[in-house]
């Protein structure tokens, strides 16, 4: 995902631009600054305040007003009203929208964005992940299916019309829905893992077990991987192939 990779690698990497932290939001605001530059220094604190704390939604620091998470999602917010023409401002909007569990602004915030011509692809991904959540796989299907029109090439839009039918149960579309992804690239350890949950659903322990531990093995951090593992470490079947490894 192209524009919301930008925008999570300014979220995982931004250097902190405002070394005091103790200049105020209006004089972000009232600068002349171009909006992306306005945006960069925004995504820089919201970095800062949710690596100072557990949380991202308390101020942890009363003394400071730039590290206070939803305070800077205001002002991402304020920013997308003044320049509404601006995509990765919007975007980067509904992914704060969506982290912080407004889900009905992000989920207004993505339609829009939708709405306009061209290709939106990372808007489709989270706009279906809502979907999902909402127990609404179809319609995540035919967000998915309508933006692959307008980026053929886009692997993780075939990534994720694959989950759309796998909770379908819909095996042998999914199964090709991966494969479309893989060959426009997907990452080796994501196509392990679905392919994983795919062995599972049919009840086959020991391939869920090989293709989650690749997955483990290509990207050691992965989580649900892991979890996965441990949940079928119930099985002789699955016991048996990590034991071999």
């Not at 009905?104 to 990372?122: I, M, N, S, V, Y």
């Not at 426009?184 to 086959?204: F, T």
């Not at 020991?206 to 099985?235: M, N, T, W």
């Amino acid at each position: 995902m192209k524009l919301l990779s930008g925008v999570r690698n300014i979220l995982l990497c931004a250097t902190v631009v405002f070394g005091s932290g103790c200049a105020s939001m209006s004089e972000h605001r009232d600068s002349n600054l171009e909006p992306n530059v306005r945006l960069d220094q925004l995504l820089a604190l919201y970095q800062e305040a949710r690596h100072d704390g557990s949380s991202c939604h308390e101020i942890h620091r009363a003394y400071s007003a730039v590290n206070d998470c939803e305070r800077i999602q205001r002002e991402v917010e304020r920013l997308a009203l003044e320049f509404p023409a601006n995509e990765r401002i919007a975007m980067t909007n509904a992914v704060m929208q969506f982290e912080s569990g407004r889900f009905d602004k992000a989920q207004f915030t993505l339609d829009q964005l939708l709405t306009r011509p061209g290709p939106h692809p990372e808007a489709a991904i989270l706009r279906s992940k809502i979907a999902m959540q909402d127990g609404n796989a179809s319609r995540a299907r035919v967000i998915l299916e309508q933006e692959i029109l307008l980026s053929p090439d886009y692997a993780e839009l075939r990534e994720a019309l694959a989950a759309t039918y796998y909770v379908e149960g819909k095996y042998k579309e999914s199964r090709a829905a991966l494969a479309a992804a893989g060959r426009l690239g997907a990452s080796g350890w994501k196509m392990a893992y679905h392919e994983g949950l795919l062995r599972e659903a049919k009840k086959d322990w020991a391939g869920a077990c090989r293709f989650y531990l690749i997955a483990v093995d290509q990207k050691p951090d992965f989580r649900e991987a892991v979890s996965r593992l441990v949940g079928l470490s119930e099985h002789d079947e699955c016991r048996d192939v990590t034991e071999r490894r």
